[in-house]
């Protein structure tokens, strides 16, 4: 009877205590429920820093953030450069350190995650200390070079459901944006390249037009010379044609004729001897009427033929 007794006042102490268990579990579950839905919306936000930012400033925040939200070891992330094809590795760990160190051990003892695959959680060596790490991975976006991002965390239980839809939804967002970055810096490097082959271009039209115009100058100059040159040849022609008809009309002039003909009469091979040249003077006989007048004849006759 004691027994029944007990037993009836123990009854319902009992199913307390289950519903209390029950709702700290509920309320655990709620707490991380909206840590988890806190973390989504960050993660969410994340891209509205990401402006302007280059791939490794987008995965160091990316990295930073997951290390907060999910009390990570490390978070590793490596991108694949299509354009120079090197890849870039970037970690951020909760502990200090070399980075340069950190981030070659992490390298050397994640070398096996990248064999197989990524999706499926592992226990690994703790590359930054002793014991081992849960290791969680997925890929930035479908195309499997475009890199991956790996978690580490002591917890036994990592990464839980919420744990691992928070990577996948990070890896997304990250492909997304990195994927803008390099188009952002393609597009860059092409308006680079092309500013500078406008600028070369520009100098060598410049080039190109001076010498044209000091082509024309000398042209020009040339020109000036030449037509100068033929109006003095042209010049000189006309005075030689003016000359040249000149000394034609003196040539057939009328008037000249008898100067002409005077000058071309060859003289008197006989001269009258003045007087004093000598001792003795010869008279001079005194020709006949007749003589005179065959004389004045043959003086006509040459005349007229003159």
């Known amino acids: 009877m004691c027994s029944c007794a007990s037993c009836a006042r123990g009854g319902p102490s ?22 988890c839905i806190n973390d989504l919306i960050g993660v969410l936000a994340l891209p509205a820093v990401w402006r302007g930012y280059q791939p490794a400033q987008i995965a160091s925040t ?3 953030a997951l290390v907060r939200m999910q009390r990570l070891d490390f978070a590793y992330m490596r991108l694949s450069d299509p354009i120079e094809g090197a890849p ?24 096996e995650v990248f064999v197989g695959d990524l999706s499926q959680p592992r226990r690994l060596p ?19 070079g475009a890199g991956a ?3 580490g965390s002591r917890r036994t239980d990592f990464p839980t459901q919420t744990e691992a839809l928070l990577l996948r939804v990070a890896a997304n967002q990250a492909a997304i944006w990195l994927r803008e970055a390099r188009l952002a ?3 860059k490097r092409v308006e680079q390249e092309l500013e500078r082959r406008v600028v070369e271009r520009t100098g060598q039209l410049e ?17 000036v010379e030449r037509s100068a040159l033929e109006d003095e040849l042209a010049a000189e022609l006309a005075a030689m044609t003016r000359l040249h008809e000149l000394s034609t009309r003196l040539l057939a002039s009328t008037e000249l004729q008898p100067l002409w003909r005077r000058s071309s009469t060859p003289r ?24 005179r007048t065959a004389a004045f004849g043959r003086t006509s006759s040459t005349t007229s033929a003159w």
């Not at 579990?25 to 909206?34: A, D, P, S, Y």
């Not at 200390?129 to 195309?143: H, N, Q, T, V």
């Open 14 to 35: 009992a199913i307390g205590l289950a519903q209390l268990a029950t709702e700290a579990i509920l309320v655990e579950e709620v707490k991380r429920l909206h840590g």
């Open 62 to 64: 990316l990295l930073d």
């Open 88 to 111: 870039m590795d970037i970690v951020r760990s909760a502990s200090g350190g070399d980075p340069a160190a950190q981030l070659q051990a992490v390298v050397k003892g994640l070398a």
């Open 126 to 144: 703790n590359p930054l200390g002793a014991g081992e790490l849960s290791i969680a991975s997925c890929r930035l976006g479908i195309d499997d």
């Open 149 to 151: 991002l790996i978690a």
């Open 185 to 187: 810096g393609e597009r």
């Open 207 to 223: 080039t190109a037009n001076r010498d044209l115009r000091s082509e024309v100058i000398e042209r020009t100059r040339a020109e």
């Open 268 to 291: 008197s091979r006989f001269r009258t001897p003045t007087s004093g040249t000598c001792s003795s003077t010869i008279p001079t006989p005194t020709p006949s009427r007749s003589s």
